[in-house]
């Protein structure tokens, strides 16, 4: 009941092979939490997405997708959705068309067990060796280039316990997992994320999660991170629409201490489950 | 006539969407130049697939992808084609599935104007202002990744005279045109062409050249190459498999003389029509 594809609002599952998303990852992403047939960030997602649009330079997405989005998460008690929004099809070459026709690509999935469990009791993390290259003019995009992603989640294939893996910079900074921002409560109490000016995907969740600490006396400082930095944290935990919070137990062979900021940016994460402003 | 479309060797222009190559640029490309039904510089097209196979930990191709290019060659005077090689289907998620099955796609063009135009006459490039980042473990392999690419061709959008833009990296040394290789003829006579170890593509056309330069002892030197040595040197040219070897007469405002290496090296690009060993 939960799978189901639509490509420009038709049920469909098969596209062009001259889309450019396919030929250059000409187009971003949004990955989606459904709950109780709602959309957890909704708006976040649809302006983040718009943002994307605009460093792309690509046209925005019809004003009624968020209808669309919702009528595929109607009726769902837990989905995911994701959405490719792509520069559409094409002639040979880099040049985008003068006046393109994006292409819009939704897949329902089923919810992923084993989230809750990660949750409760927290996950192991390891140090990738795959390090992110820096471009300011694609940084915080969710873009569809993704290939360093995919080569740093390929560094382990076995479920040995590591949940995600830490991404540095070219430079050596912390700056993400391979799906989820990070942030680290270092020993003076300050919450921290790494700044994502030079690469990174500036997450909705993480979003959520600043605004949110804000609103309790809480800033989050945007910094460079070394990975000696992080590992004097107090708490570490990383985050996605998804998953949530996931507190982090273990960065290689060092452990860490569930506390009191994760489990309550965890609350904050609860609270964005329904689309509802919050 | 020209066109045509095959995906895994069976007649057919739409697909899944849930292919790695759209959800991620999880793959590889090759656009090969066809001549009275030949392949330019097949050899070193399949040996750079299955080189960048290799990078990406994917599956190699099977053997019979030069017969099932060659079919596609057969009785075409000149066309372009350009093969995509994902990774195949897969789940939600970065991590690549334990046993993929690679998606190949094959797409026939015609030919393009105007490049025999550009041979002869030459053409004025422009520096763009979209760098290229840094990421040795994608250096060189000719992956679906492209959106630096994208951005940098979209930096000019009307034909103003203007045939390709050079990129530099974030570090600002001069690495590649959009879809080109450079090399550079520097005033000692020295020949030069940057080096790959940080980011750019590996062309097939810049080693033909590179081994034909060093027969007639003329080596290539593999070099850092600022914007400011770039404009001192006596020729510019750049180079791909489709267009052979443009001159290059103008870098922005500043005027260049077509000379005589920048000839030689066409001869050797014509030499690389045929498939044949060479």
Known sequence: MSGGFWINGVDADALTVLDRGLHYG????????????????????????????????????????????????????????????TRGAGGRGYLPPEDPAPTRILIRYPWPDHLQDHVDAGVRVRVCSTRLGRNPRLAGVKHLNRLEQVLARSEWRRWDGIAEGLMLDEGGLV????????????????????????????????????????????????????????????????????????????????????????????????????????
Chains 1, 2 share one sequence.
């Open 175 to 278: 700056i993400e997992g391979t799906m989820s921002n990070v942030f680290a409560v270092h020993g003076d109490g300050r919450l921290a994320t790494p700044a994502l000016a030079q690469c990174g995907i500036a997450g909705v969740m993480r979003r959520h999660l600043m605004l949110q600490a804000g609103r309790e006396d809480m800033p989050v400082w945007t910094v460079d991170l070394s990975l000696t930095e992080l590992l004097r944290a107090q708490e570490i935990f990383v985050c996605n629409s998804i998953i949530g919070v996931w507190p982090v137990i273990g960065v290689d062979g060092q452990a860490f201490e569930i506390g009191p900021v994760t489990r309550r940016a965890q609350q904050w994460a609860m609270q964005a489950r329904s689309g509802r402003e919050i």
């Open 26 to 85: 000409d187009g971003l992403f949004e990955t989606l939490a459904v709950t109780d047939g709602e959309i957890g960030l909704l708006d976040y997602h649809l302006e983040r997405l718009r943002d994307g649009c605009q460093r792309l330079a690509m046209p925005e997405p019809p004003s009624g997708l968020r209808e669309e989005l919702l009528a595929a998460a109607a009726g769902q008690s837990r989905a995911v959705l994701k959405l490719l929004f």
